[in-house]
């Protein structure tokens, strides 16, 4: 079992685009699903179990994203100022442009207000953009992050052979394994933060799509492995809410758990080809054109879906989860596509602006 270069370099990456429009649904989904899994003791258990499972199911969304980034863009070569000026500009722009657009949706819905004063109302919109101007754009600065970090983790796994490369990940495993709450104890006093976060979804990333398997693993053996560890998720969601620990024990996206379910979806796109008509795969390929504008857009629209001040009243609630959850989620995705198209073609600037 050895590493190919090559064969990345050459083959079909068609499951990459099909595997970009699943994870980006998966996130809509985490996010119809989270206030009714916020709501555990106060809705009905059938319910909440529902809401559970499709949290605990879309929970690879953002891993298989960064694991795409890295698939993508660690075995190309690049000159470093270009490379900033480029992949920064593509996410920096539209980021600005939807961040000012929560703050004008928190203004108007009168969670922050303006005052005479412009020096005043200036530092809050700049705190605004520091911090984030709503829950779902932390992916943005850990993105930026992570593009500032690729050029020199690039020439690595360029340059390193299959042995440094799995060093790397065991140790971003073991590190990772550590900091879970139930074993910090153990968290020996060693440094080893320079293998922490998201940095090694990167490398997974790169290494699962160049990484030739034994025949003996096949498909079968992977979607085992994700059941597996989705029943492990779900389920042991549901223990610790009923030990009062809370959501995040198996939700945590840094968490072994998390790092399985997402290589498991990831191998299975990988491994299995999927023939569309003509027009769907031109549907796709139009979705993976917005993926970015779709993720920065959808928050916004859930929001307003949601709220009975609208008079729409779309989310978890208007009917079964097991229904309302997936189709809420899904007239979500095709809104936030319509809109960011729609501001894809505002003059001069759209282009910049939707991603």
Same mark, same amino acid.
């Given at each position: 079992?050895?590493?190919?270069?090559?064969?990345?370099?050459?083959?079909?990456?068609?499951?990459?685009?099909?595997?970009?429009?699943?994870?980006?649904?998966?996130? *809509?989904?985490?996010?119809?699903?989270?206030?009714? #899994?916020?709501?555990?003791?106060?809705?009905?258990?059938?319910?909440?179990?529902?809401?559970?499972?499709?949290?605990?199911?879309?929970?690879?969304?953002?891993?298989?994203?960064?694991?795409?980034?890295?698939?993508?863009?660690?075995?190309?070569?690049?000159?470093?100022?270009?490379?900033?000026?480029?992949?920064?500009?593509?996410?920096?722009?539209?980021?600005?442009?939807?961040?000012?657009?929560?703050?004008?949706?928190?203004?108007?819905?009168?969670?922050?207000?303006?005052?005479?004063?412009?020096?005043?109302?200036?530092?809050?919109?700049?705190? !605004?953009?520091?911090?984030?101007?709503?829950?779902?754009?932390?992916?943005?600065?850990?993105?930026?992050?992570?593009?500032?970090?690729?050029?020199?983790?690039?020439?690595?796994?360029?340059?390193?052979?299959?042995?440094?490369?799995?060093?790397?990940?065991?140790?971003?495993?073991?590190?990772?394994?550590?900091? !879970?709450?139930?074993? *910090?104890?153990?968290?020996?006093?060693?440094?080893?933060?320079?293998?922490?976060?998201?940095?090694?979804?990167?490398?997974?990333?790169?290494?699962?799509?160049?990484?030739?398997?034994?025949?003996?693993?096949?498909?079968?053996?992977?979607?085992?492995?994700?059941?597996?560890?989705?029943?492990?998720?779900?389920?042991?969601?549901?223990?610790?809410?009923?030990?009062?620990?809370?959501?995040?024990?198996?939700?945590?996206?840094?968490?072994?758990?998390?790092?399985?379910?997402?290589?498991?979806?990831?191998?299975?796109?990988?491994?299995?080809?999927?023939?569309?008509?003509?027009? #769907?795969?031109?549907?796709?390929?139009?979705?993976?054109?917005?993926?970015?504008?779709?993720? #920065?857009?959808?928050?916004?629209?859930?929001?307003?879906?949601?709220?009975?001040?609208?008079?729409?009243?779309?989310?978890? !609630?208007?009917?079964?989860?097991?229904?309302?959850?997936?189709?809420?989620?899904?007239?979500?995705?095709?809104?936030? #596509?319509?809109?960011?198209?729609?501001?894809?073609?505002?003059?001069?600037?759209?282009?910049?602006?939707?991603?």
């Amino acid at each position: 079992m050895t590493l190919d270069t090559t064969h990345h370099k050459h083959q079909n990456l068609d499951w990459i685009n099909n595997l970009r429009v699943l994870a980006m649904f998966m996130v *809509v989904i985490i996010h119809t699903s989270s206030p009714l #899994l916020m709501g555990y003791g106060r809705v009905p258990l059938s319910d909440w179990l529902w809401g559970d499972f499709y949290n605990g199911l879309a929970r690879f969304g953002v891993p298989v994203f960064v694991m795409i980034t890295g698939a993508l863009l660690l075995p190309r070569e690049y000159e470093l100022g270009d490379f900033l000026k480029r992949r920064l500009g593509r996410i920096i722009t539209p980021f600005i442009f939807w961040s000012l657009v929560y703050v004008a949706y928190a203004w108007y819905n009168e969670d922050i207000n303006f005052t005479p004063n412009i020096w005043a109302d200036t530092k809050m919109v700049l705190h !605004q953009l520091k911090y984030g101007a709503y829950y779902h754009l932390w992916y943005v600065y850990m993105l930026i992050g992570l593009y500032f970090v690729i050029p020199i983790l690039g020439k690595f796994v360029r340059n390193a052979n299959e042995k440094e490369i799995v060093y790397f990940l065991i140790v971003w495993l073991a590190v990772m394994f550590l900091a !879970q709450p139930y074993l *910090v104890r153990f968290n020996p006093s060693v440094d080893l933060h320079y293998f922490v976060g998201y940095i090694g979804y990167l490398v997974l990333g790169h290494y699962l799509t160049v990484k030739q398997f034994s025949p003996r693993f096949t498909r079968g053996w992977i979607l085992l492995i994700f059941l597996f560890t989705l029943v492990l998720i779900v389920g042991g969601t549901y223990w610790a809410c009923l030990q009062n620990k809370g959501l995040t024990l198996f939700y945590e996206p840094l968490s072994p758990t998390i790092v399985l379910l997402s290589s498991s979806v990831y191998l299975l796109f990988r491994f299995t080809l999927i023939k569309w008509p003509a027009w #769907l795969k031109k549907a796709r390929d139009f979705i993976c054109a917005y993926t970015f504008g779709i993720y #920065l857009a959808h928050a916004l629209l859930l929001d307003i879906m949601g709220d009975p001040d609208y008079h729409i009243s779309i989310n978890w !609630q208007f009917c079964n989860p097991s229904v309302s959850i997936p189709l809420t989620a899904l007239i979500c995705f095709a809104a936030a #596509l319509l809109l960011v198209w729609l501001v894809s073609k505002i003059p001069f600037v759209g282009k910049w602006v939707s991603a």
